[in-house]
């Protein structure tokens, strides 16, 4: 009888674990859009819908499966089962297949909306962009007029002076026209290449709407590229733990027409 | 009478040699050259400050007023005048608008600071003491005063790490005569009694400058400061 009431049990609980994975699958995008500002949004949208339908089965029927089972011989008393046929060694590697056979596909699925963004350069006249993220707040970097970024000298930052970066406008003369913004503001429908670097410790770059989370690593200067086609202000937020200002550490990503991005940069250089 | 009248006087005088002889050093500090202009400063990344500041603040690394005048310079008395006692007076450093409230504070070696949170956010406080122990005290909105001591002379540069824009000095001094010069420069060091007296003149990026005075009386001695601007 208790059996019974177990197999039950865990078929309800299947159900009821099925509701948000069919309401994520076939009603999340008109219930809460987070809505998508970039090109290459859609087809990771399209890959997490996939694995969640795939996942989602998967779990459902193995779940059932496990109802079934238990319905079945949850009340038997000790004894010996039948064997699976070939015994619990092919059991096993059937099981170790399907299972690898899954999460291979899903991964070379996915590799596509991934390799996107990270197996293909930038493209040659993406706008340049340092992303400097540090205890606590991402400070960003354009080039000037002269196009030509400063060298970093980690030595020379000076935070109350407004030098985030470390530049040394006094012997180096490209850094003299950088322009450093507290902001990320960029050109709608214009390549981003973001250029990013820690300062400290590790971060993450992370915009809902571009579909973009990328780990800063300190020591490691990390390339992104991404194109924005909704003009508006969202929020970056840090999602590594960073240290005690962590959960103040965010900026805003600020997409403006091309006009107004010109006007904006160009007023930051006066 | 008469007797105990001079009795009196002589005693006041030993007393407060400063109220008999009070020798004061005063005088401008000013800078030649062109400083750098200072930076609007971005705090989008904290709306309950920035729009307390409907035009962006700047840096206030170099703070000037008509006439070439240079403000936010310590000038103390580094020789001659050291006090062994603190003040009993609290300093007080404010943060608000995710700004110090002054941007440099002087206090006593050992004397009370009391450094309060005026900001819907939180602060950290962080002085880079290198003399002194250094500490690192997170200051919620709401949360009371948090009180400090420095034992060693040091010039401590503070900064917030949740707001790293936020940039601050203590200089910590074992004189009470020092004075910071606001935008038109002009400082007082009062109450000297006579004596030889090495006179600093700090700026926290310009450097220091020391000029060596005499009081032999009740006199007003003037002295300038000059520093030389950088451009970058």
């Known amino acids: 009888m208790g059996g019974k009431i177990f197999a039950v049990l865990v078929i309800v609980i299947a159900i009821a674990s099925a509701v948000p994975i069919i309401t994520h699958t076939f009603l999340g995008a008109s219930v809460t859009p987070p809505q998508d500002i970039s090109t290459h949004g859609a087809e990771i949208d399209k890959q997490l819908d996939e694995t969640m339908i795939e996942a989602g089965l998967s779990f459902l029927a193995a779940q059932l499966l496990l109802g079934v089972f238990v319905w079945q011989f949850g009340g038997r ?18 099981a170790l297949l399907l299972v690898g056979a899954e999460a291979i596909a899903l991964g070379a699925m996915g590799t596509k909306a991934w390799a996107k963004v990270y197996f293909q350069p930038a493209s040659a006249d993406a706008l340049p962009i340092q992303a400097q993220a540090g205890q606590f707040a991402f400070y960003f970097r354009y080039a000037g007029p002269d196009g030509k970024f400063g060298a970093i000298h980690p030595e020379k930052i000076d935070e109350g002076n407004s030098n985030f970066f470390g530049l040394d406008p006094e012997n180096d003369i490209p850094a003299r026209d950088d322009i450093t913004s507290g902001e990320l503001v960029i050109p709608v429908n214009k390549e981003i290449h973001l250029m990013m670097h820690a300062k400290d410790v590790g971060h993450s770059f992370y915009v809902r709407e571009l579909r973009i989370q990328q780990d800063f690593v300190p020591g490691l200067d990390l390339s992104l590229h991404f194109t924005a086609t909704k003009v508006g202000r969202y929020e970056i937020v840090c999602t590594q733990l960073c240290g005690l200002g962590h959960y103040n550490m965010k900026a805003y990503l600020n997409v403006m027409s091309q006009d107004d991005f010109d006007k904006w940069l160009k007023a930051q250089s006066s | ?39 609007p400063i971005d705090m989008s990344k904290e709306p309950s400050c920035a729009q307390q500041h409907p035009t962006p603040i700047t840096t206030e690394t170099i703070v000037t007023g008509a006439n070439n005048t240079l403000g936010n310079v310590v000038v103390y008395i580094s020789a001659g005048a ?27 070696t050992g004397q ?17 003491a290198k003399v002194n122990r250094e500490w690192n005290k997170s200051q919620p909105p709401g949360s009371p005063a948090i009180q400090e001591k420095f034992d060693q002379p040091e010039f401590i540069s503070v900064k917030c790490n949740i707001h790293p824009w936020m940039h601050g000095w203590f200089a910590v001094l ?9 935008d038109s420069g002009g400082f007082s060091l009062p109450n000297l009694p006579p004596g030889k007296y090495t006179v600093t003149a700090w700026h926290e990026d310009y450097g220091t400058q020391t000029q060596d005075v005499t009081i032999t009386g009740n006199e007003t001695k003037s002295i300038d400061f000059s520093f030389k601007a950088k451009a970058y």
């Open chain 2, 112 to 128: 009370e600071l009391q450094v309060s949170n005026a900001d819907q956010t939180s602060h950290n406080i962080h002085p880079l």
């Open chain 1, 77 to 94: 008393k000790a004894g010996p089962l039948k064997n699976f046929p070939g015994g619990s060694k092919y059991l096993v590697l059937a």
């Open chain 2, 82 to 108: 050291d006090d062994a006692n603190a003040p009993s007076q609290t300093v007080t450093f404010t943060q608000k608008g995710c700004q110090y409230i002054p941007h440099v504070i002087a206090l006593h």
């Open chain 2, 174 to 182: 074992k004189t009470n005569h020092y004075s910071i010069t606001g």
């Open chain 2, 1 to 39: 009478m008469r007797a105990s009248c001079h009795c009196i006087a002589a005693l006041a005088a030993v007393l407060c040699p400063a109220l008999m002889f009070a020798g004061t050093i005063s005088g401008k500090v000013t800078y030649t050259g062109t400083p750098v202009k200072q930076k």
